[in-house]
């Protein structure tokens, strides 16, 4: 299936590896100019390589910067004003319980989930309009929609920028602006690995157990891989998925109980 954007300019937020290094891959396979953005350097140059590597003649770039910071996003517009696609993305606050969720603990999930994506949206969305091209496409959480206890920190952060990008995208999608949200659960990514070191110490079991464990909550009984996360996006990103704007499409193996 050709996507139809060949030539597009992407930039995938926090990319240097895991679920945006995932889409940035997928949109790369598609002949789509990516920017990769972390907080490391050098590790973004290591994922910049591989993607050149595998993808010769691919326009691969990297914008090394802090998203949660006014000066990082500032560095990211100023090195790049203009984009067709946008991925947000960023790493999420660690599991706590409510004696954990003090003032600045709250304020720091807002400044990193769903701040830095609110401002790039808005820097971005004005030139995607006068175009008459844009896709944005917001990773979140599957507990946007099913919240766990422990994640309640996440949960609540993410769930704000869903609702503010589903009122944005009522907007924009006239000028032919999508906005759509990811709502992942366990794809095998390093965050699997740290949630299974957790799990290791808190219940004194191997990682081979800690990951069978994992998996059995998830119905489909098996991580998700991230080339099958990184599918969906590209497609939300595409030419052929302009008439989907406003909706949360989960990545969960089956596992939402739900009927909406």
């Known amino acids: ?50 993607l050149r590597a595998d993808l010769p003649g691919v326009a691969i770039s990297t914008l090394p910067a802090d998203l949660t910071t006014p000066e990082g996003r500032a560095a990211i517009l100023d090195a790049l004003p203009e984009v067709d696609i946008l991925v947000t993305n960023n790493a999420g606050p660690p599991p706590g319980a409510l004696e954990d969720w003090d003032e600045a603990a709250l304020l720091s999930a807002v400044g990193a989930n769903m701040v ?24 979140t959480s599957a507990m946007v929609k099913a919240p766990h206890y422990m994640m309640g920190l996440s949960t609540s952060a993410r769930a704000g920028l869903t609702a503010i990008s589903k009122a944005i995208s009522r907007e924009v999608v006239a000028d032919n602006v999508t906005i759509n949200n990811l709502l992942p659960e366990r794809i095998d990514t390093p965050r699997q690995e740290f949630m299974a070191q957790r799990r290791m110490k808190q219940e004194g079991i191997s990682r081979e157990e800690a990951r069978a464990r994992a998996a059995a909550t998830i119905a489909a009984k098996r991580f998700g891989r991230p080339e099958e996360f990184g599918a969906a996006c590209a497609f939300l990103c595409s030419d052929l998925a302009g008439f989907i704007s406003g909706q949360n499409l989960q990545l969960d193996g089956g596992s939402y109980e739900g009927l909406v």
Do not use: H
Request: charged share 20%.
């Open 1 to 50: 299936m050709d996507l139809g954007i060949t030539g597009r300019r992407a930039l995938v937020c926090a990319s240097s590896q895991g679920l945006g290094l995932a889409c940035a891959t997928a949109l790369a396979r598609e002949g789509v100019a990516v920017w990769l953005n972390g907080r490391d350097a050098a590790k973004l140059d290591r994922a910049a390589e591989m």
């Open 116 to 139: 830095p994506a609110v401002q790039l949206i808005r820097a971005y969305v004005p030139g995607m309009r006068s175009r008459r091209f844009g896709r944005i496409v917001n990773i």
